[in-house]
């Protein structure tokens, strides 16, 4: 049984759709007060309107978070909002696909810009609140893409991922003094609106390659996020959970096959 976190407060980047929007659902169920993020007002005010009423009250605050001063001003909206931040979910991230030999250099600064400098703004951001709190947690959607496997087309999207492992390592040594847990989640293949996107071809093959034979729900990577976010998790630093289904682990086709 774990201690009740209701109450607290916790502010989820790219919590306005997809897996972002579930790790506040399943926060706001548990009584927690969320701050979702995003860029698209609309789509961010509708993600609070349907979230808010299942428990604790869910808010949108706009912001990009490639932008120091958007980190700065939601994380300041939140706290004022809520009288604190107990727990930041850097969540939010892109994943479009070019190939190596094809890309831009403008599409490397966009994607490191959103998934990496946008990951380490919003974690400063709070890290005043945080501390506050005496028990902060800080936990990231990483991906098993760029740390564990491997996919054409994302050879930039992996590079940023990876990236998130390597800031939590020091992040976590940095912070801990000051009583803030960081983390990450590795989520395998998860049915989202971004993921939709990728086509039914996509969508089948991928299915195809997990051994538990489904994609990932969204609010799978959201029980996880509270996992970490329990007082149960405190003694837990610097390190990550793979949510995928079994999906990393065949050795070969083969392996799967004949299963
Ligand atoms: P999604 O459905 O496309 O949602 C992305 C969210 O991030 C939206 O709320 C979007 O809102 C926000 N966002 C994007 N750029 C932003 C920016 N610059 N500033 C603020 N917010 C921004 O994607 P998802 O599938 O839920 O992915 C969420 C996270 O999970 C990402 O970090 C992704 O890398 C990771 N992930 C996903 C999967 C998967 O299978 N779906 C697997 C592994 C890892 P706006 O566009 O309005 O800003």
Known sequence: MF????????????????????????????????????????????????????????AYAGGDVAKAADCERVAAETAARFGGIDV????????PDVKLADMTEEDIDSIFATNVKGCLLTVKACIPHLERTGRGRVILTSSITGP???????????ATKAAQLGFIRTACIELAPKGITVNAVMPGNIYSEGLDELGEDYLTSMTDSIPLGRLGKVEEIGAAALFLATDEAAFITGQTIIVDGGQVVPESLAALQSA
């Open 3 to 58: 201690t009740p976190i209701d109450g607290r407060t916790v502010l989820v980047t790219g919590g306005t759709k997809g897996i972002g929007k579930e790790i506040a659902g399943v926060f706001a169920r548990a009584g927690a007060n969320v701050v979702v993020t995003g860029r698209d007002a609309e789509q961010g005010e509708a993600a609070a309107r349907e979230l808010s009423g299942q428990g604790g009250e869910v």
């Open 148 to 158: 564990v496997t491997g996919y054409p087309g994302w050879s930039h999207y992996g």
């Open 88 to 95: 930041v979910c850097a969540n939010a991230g892109v994943f």
